[in-house]
Structure formats: structure tokens, C-alpha cells
């Protein structure tokens, strides 16, 4: 399976590696429902997740990755270190405004930028403990055409976070810290706050 992956991966670069990352990015919000242990799981919501991720995400990383090669080329410790500032300054926060204004806007809610006001600085932040290792790794250890499929691989747990945090979180880790070591209580606390 990996063999035929990275041999489609040469000959359709785009086409593979966004559908990986689509489906890895989706598949993170399945995983966080399933860690939650929701009685049943929101396909609407891993739906919406999905269209986000195929139509913006997989995209943008596997062109943004190549711009960022063809504009400093190699790994030299210098070229790295460029690659990562701009990605963490320019793509990071544009991803994340993008997940959550797509996800709100395809749940129907009247205010689309609510959870992006709400959670977006602690998300940025939590991000930064995150991607510029995830990055680092990709930059040094990936060749381009594999780039957008090894950060797709990063992404399934980032996006395990992210549905977490737009869910029932606030965007720092210390919350889905809390919430991954308890799931069970914090349903039931939730469940008994909705009978009220």
C-alpha cells in the first residue's frame, strides 16, 4: 500500500497528497467524537471538517510548501529557519481562521467569526508549541512531492485538537489536556447542565 502511495505520489503529487490530507484532517474529527465518547457520532460536523479540508487546507499547504521551496531553496539551516518564520506567521494563522470561519459558516451559524474571536489567539498559540517541530521535520527529513502528505500526517492530530477546541474547548492545550483525561465527566457535567 505505502509503495503504490508513493509511486501515485511522484506521477499526481496534488491529487494525493490533498486527498491525504483531507481525509487525515476529517478523520481527526472522527477521532476526537470517538474520544468523547458521544453516544452517537456528527457526520454533519466531520462533513463539514472534510469540505474544509479538501477544498482549503490540502490545497493551500500543497502550494504553499512548493512556493516556500522555489522562494529558498535547500536545507541549509538559514533557508529553514526563513521557511519556518513565514510559516508560522503568515500560513498558520491563516489556516487556522480558515478552519474556523469554513467549519462555522457550513454549521449555518449567524455569527461565523464568533469561535475565531473566541479561540483564536489561544490556538495560535498552542500551535506554535506544535507545527514549527512538525515543520522542522518536514523541511529536513521530506522530499517536496511527500511535503503536504507528512503534514497531513502532523495535521490528524492537530485537527483531533482543533475539533476538540471548536467544539467544546478554548484553544490552548491545557483544556484538551483536561478534556482527553476525563471525557466521561465532562459529558456527564455537560449532559446534567443541558437537563437544567
Known amino acids: 500500500m505505502r509503495k503504490i502511495f508513493l509511486k501515485r505520489a511522484k506521477y499526481f503529487p496534488w491529487i494525493a ?23 452517537e457520532i456528527d457526520w454533519k460536523h ?17 502550494f504553499w510548501l512548493r512556493a516556500l521551496e522555489r ?24 489556516a487556522t481562521s480558515v478552519f474556523y470561519t469554513g467549519v462555522s459558516f457550513l454549521e ?20 506554535l508549541m506544535y507545527w514549527p517541530f512538525m515543520q522542522f521535520l518536514n523541511f529536513v527529513l521530506m522530499p517536496l512531492y ?8 502532523s495535521a490528524f492530530a492537530w485537527a483531533t485538537f482543533l475539533c476538540l477546541s471548536q467544539q467544546s474547548g478554548d484553544g490552548t492545550a491545557a483544556m484538551a489536556l483536561v478534556v ?17
Open 71 to 94: 522562494q529558498f531553496p535547500g536545507k541549509s539551516a538559514s533557508m529553514i529557519f526563513r521557511k519556518l518564520l513565514l510559516d508560522q506567521t503568515f500560513a498558520s494563522p491563516l
Open 108 to 127: 449555518g451559524k449567524d455569527d461565523v467569526f464568533e469561535d475565531w474571536r473566541k479561540k483564536f489567539f489561544n490556538t495560535y498559540k498552542t500551535g
Open 46 to 62: 466531520t462533513r463539514n471538517v472534510a469540505i474544509v479540508a479538501f477544498s482549503f487546507h490540502g490545497n493551500f499547504n500543497y
Open 180 to 196: 482527553l483525561m476525563s471525557p466521561k465527566k465532562r459529558l456527564q457535567a455537560q449532559e446534567a447542565s443541558e437537563e437544567k
Open 17 to 39: 497528497n490533498a486527498s491525504l490530507y483531507g481525509c487525515l484532517f476529517a478523520g481527526g474529527d472522527f477521532v476526537h467524537q470517538c474520544m468523547a465518547h458521544r453516544d
Open 146 to 153: 511527500l511535503r503536504t502528505a507528512f503534514m497531513g500526517c
